[in-house]
Each structure stands twice: as structure tokens, then as C-alpha cells.
């Protein structure tokens, strides 16, 4: 039996709390709620919630039992496993590449969630406030347009940002398992689920709080589902759970023996999906009383949202409230992003837990440089041009984390589990004999309908489905 020297959660529900704030991000708050009003509704909510529970909680139970099992960083355990299992050490590739990913999207991620940091003091000091004299729907867009473009437009502000919430992911990581990531995440979740409910309470209290409902969960089958609408679904549900970057493994490694992998991961999956249909619950409400679209796109809650709240009473400090909830959920993925590679550097006896944390994060604050200036002094800058690619810097890193590597690093850590290791040893990590049907049924998930599903997330964002027809 493989030690953490990292340490453990000092219970099953630190655990829980921990990786449901490592699932629990932007891709909740802001992601979900957006992506949704841009595919109509309940019906893609529907695909969505059958997406979470076949194909992204067989693999999150695989990667826990994965890090659970070998104790270590993604790197070391895949090394380990590959081994116990006598199969070849090109199987750690999968940690390598959980490992690069995570130190690459925390680099923007931290960018990203400066801006939500950004919004905490023009909302609370009530700069959205003044939509409300307006009067053009077209004046008001091209306000909310403006302070946003401001921000991203001024790579300072967006440097002092990026560095404030670097400097938080990292003070929170040097302090170690128990004194660092449990301490933080005790205090965000709870903090999180009471602003979350506090939030609702107020949109509960609009005059469209029904039409948000039925928005989000009455399927409207006369409008049909198009086939990017349901891989969005099924991309959506992967990435919510922060699948395929070892962010899951590592929390897995520090896992109580005694704990069950498959109710913890139930319950982790549960609270993330939650968290989403809560938010859609927030969001919707808002946007109709305001006569705002549900289709708002990547720009709902930087745009749309802050309009909404500019018009509705107390607006600046249920506005405030929002970006403080965006804030925290934005820093409790950050710190399981970067855990990973701050293990591995532990684990090589060459850093102290502080040195590590230091390091991880001067280096990806400074790649964050590369897609802050992305968005003003380097917009116009495509380095793949010559090959009809125009990405920006940004555009390309994120492409090659989402659609790449994370999908990538899901599936072969599920082909690894499911074909690769001992049946007998998977069965008793899980605590469940092998011919229990819950374990069959796992098992089967994990063979045919993960690969299927995420193999064909792939193929999609690499182009292959669009070439030859299938999706348009």
C-alpha cells in the first residue's frame, strides 16, 4: 500500500468539499448558464444532466480510485500503477500531460478570474447603476460593452488583477493539504452555496422567476437539438468536473482509505451539477425581467449581467454578491489546477512545499502575460496564420487545453482503467465485488460509452466531424 507524503483530507467530507470546489468554477457560474441560453434551454439541460451521470462520473470515479491508489502526483502514480500493473511507462504521459494542462490553464484562468475580481468594485460601487437613465436598449449595450472593453483593453489593470488572484491561489497552496487546501476550502464552499442561495432568494423574488424555471427545465422538443448543441452538452459535462488534468487524481491521492470512492464522487458530482442549475436559476430570472436575451453568449455575466443588475433595485449589492460568488469558485478550481504540479516538484526532493508553490506560480503568472496582451497589444496577433488558423495566443492555449489535452487525458485514463488494469484490483479499491452489477455497470460505462463520448468531443474540435459533415 502506496503514502502520501503530502499527506490526507482529515475526513470524507474535506474530501467532498475539496474536489467539489475543484469541479465547482467559472465553468459553473459562468460557463454553464451561457452555453445553455445559447442552446434554448431544457432540452439541451436534459442531454446535459445524461452527459454528467454516464460518461463524467464513471471517469471522475476512475480518476479517484487512480490517485487514491498510487498515493502520489499524477506524474509518479501513473509511473506507479503502469508498473504494479506490468504495463509500459508510456502510460505516465497521461500525468505529464494533466500536469502541463493545469499549469497552462491556470495561467489564464487566473486572467480570466481577475476580470470577475475586476467587477467586485464597479459593482459595489454602483457604476452599472447609471443604465438605468440611459433610456436606448442600444445605449445601455454599448455602456455594459464599454466598462468591459475598458478592462480587457488595459493590460495594467488586467496585470494588477492576474497578480492579486495568483497571489491567493499560492498562499493558499504552500500551506499544504490540511493547512492550506482543506483550511480554504471549508471556508469557500460554505461561503459559496450561502451567496449562491442568497442570490436565488433575491431571483426568486422577480416577476420572471417561472419563466426561468420552465426555461431551464421544460424541454421545448419542437425545437430541435442540433448535433453541436449536444457535443457542447457533452463537452460541457466533462470539463465541469474537471476532468482529464490530474486536478481529480491528485485530490484522489489524499483520499482516506476507509472513504467510498463511488458515494463521494455521487455526491461531488451532485453539488457541481447543483451549482450550475442553481446558477441558471439566478441568471434567467434576471436576464427576462430585464428584457435581456438568454443568448447572450460568453458575455453574459460581464455584459448582460451587470446591465441587468443595474436596473433592478438593490442591484449593487446583489451585483457585488455575484462577482464575490464568480471570485471564490474561480479560486477554489485555481488551487486543484496548480496541486498538481506542486506535488510532483515536492515529490522530487528537490523543493520545499513553499519553493514549489513559488515557482508553479511566478511561472504561470508570468505565461499569463502571454494572454493578457492577448486582448489588447497582441489582439490582432494570429501565430498560426500562414496556416489559416487566426487564433490569438489565447485562443491557441485554450484550444489546446480544452480540446485537446484534458479530453485526451480523460480518455486514456479511463482506456487505462478499464483495459488495462486488474479487474480484481480496481474492484477492491472501489470496495465492490466484481460481479456486483454496480460495478459491471461502471465497467461497461467506462469501456464503450466514455471512449465513444469523449473520443467524439475530440473529433469534433480537431475539425473531423465539421469535415465530413456530421455537424455544420
Known sequence: MHTSIHGQWSSRLAFILAATGSAVGLGNIWRFPYITGENGG???????LACVFLIGLPVMMAEVMLGRKGRHSPINTMSILARENQRSQIWQLIGWSGVIAGFIILSYYSVIAGW?????PRLAMGTFSAVSDLGSTQAVAEFAGGQFGALIGDYQQLIIWHTLFMMGTMVIISGGVQGGLEKAVTFMMPALFALLLILLGYALSTDKFIDGLLFLFQPD?????????ILDALGQAFFTLSLGMGAIMIYGAYLPKDASISFTTTMIVIADTSVALIAGLVIFPLVFSNGLEAAGGAGLAF???PIAFGQMPYGAFFGTLFFVLLSLAAWSSAISIIEPAVAWLVETDKFSRLSASLLCGLGAWLLGFVTIFSFNIWAEVYPLASFGVE???FDLLEYLTFNMMMPLGGLFMAIFVAWFMNTATTSEELNSSPNSFGFKLWLFLLRYVTPVGVGIVFLNAVGVLKAIGIVS
Open 391 to 393: 487564433k490569438t495566443w
Open 303 to 305: 455584459q448582460t449581467l
Open 42 to 48: 431544457g432540452a439541451f439541460v436534459l442531454v446535459y
Open 221 to 229: 422538443f419542437s425545437r430541435a437539438l442540433t448535433g453541436q448543441a
Open 116 to 120: 470577475a475580481l475586476a467587477y467586485i
